[in-house]
T-cell receptor, first 115, second 111 residues
Framework: GAVVSQHPSWVICKSGTSVKIECRSL??????MFWYRQFPKQSLMLMAT?????????EQGVEKDKFLINHASLTLSTLTVTSAHPEDSSFYIC???????????FGQGTRLTVV | RKEVEQDPGPFNVPEGATVAFNCTYS??????FFWYRQDCRKEPKLLMS???SGNEDGRFTAQLNRASQYISLLIRDSKLSDSATYLC????????????FGKGTHLIIQP
């Protein structure tokens, strides 16, 4: 089956630094990938839609200058949390859908802790 | 009104029992519906999709009621390994739209 790989699994960083999270589709090409965030005991919230070769589409309330998304190839999307603050601590997870299909495959998620 | 609403639970159920939970959605134009399972600190994994005609996969049965805009999941003969959070998921537009998740229903199967 399709596999989406996300790295790192967890990261602890200092306040003010930037963190890059990678999301790769391992056995299929994904023209669209999605980035979600999940706070404790909350639902997954869509942050942005990452489109290969074009700008990402951000959901309302998500700062595009803070959460930089790059989808430079059909198998890789990256999310960079810039100038991270403790309130950015969360579980970040990506998903991708094979073209023409509906099932979303999720990466393993990245638990970010900003201290 | 929240887009996808679920009772967060927790539902504490003895092993072997049957448990059911529902989910309501607000967007009547929604195209696709799913139940995902999420274990603690893990990514969600597809449990089953939900069709208007109802569908069954082993001990799991999913139903969709478009008129009332709700989705249900029934688990029969529950196992300890069924303990997890069950996420009701709606794809509002079909195709390559982002999914809308409910908060999830936390299920605990007790021995």
């Amino acid at each position: 089956g399709a596999v989406v790989s996300q790295h790192p699994s967890w990261v602890i960083c200092k306040s003010g630094t930037s963190v890059k999270i990678e999301c790769r589709s391992l056995d299929f090409q994904a023209t669209t990938m999605f980035w979600y965030r999940q706070f404790p005991k909350q639902s997954l919230m869509l942050m942005a839609t990452s489109n290969e070769g074009s700008k990402a589409t951000y959901e309302q309330g998500v700062e595009k200058d803070k959460f930089l998304i790059n989808h430079a190839s059909l198998t890789l999307s990256t999310l960079t949390v810039t100038s991270a603050h403790p309130e950015d601590s969360s579980f970040y997870i990506c998903s991708a859908t094979r073209q023409g299909a509906w099932e979303a495959f999720f990466g393993q998620g990245t638990r970010l802790t900003v201290v | 009104r929240k887009e996808v609403e679920q009772d967060p639970g927790p539902f504490n159920v003895p092993e072997g029992a049957t448990v059911a939970f529902n989910c309501t959605y607000s967007n009547s134009a929604s195209q696709s519906f799913f139940w995902y399972r999420q274990d603690c600190r893990k990514e969600p994994k597809l449990l089953m999709s939900v069709y208007s005609s109802g569908n069954e996969d082993g001990r799991f049965t999913a139903q969709l009621n478009r008129a009332s805009q709700y989705i249900s999941l029934l688990i029969r003969d529950s196992k300890l390994s069924d303990s997890a959070t069950y996420l009701c998921v709606v794809n509002p537009g079909g195709g390559a739209d982002g999914l809308t998740f409910g908060k999830g229903t936390h299920l605990i199967i007790q021995p």
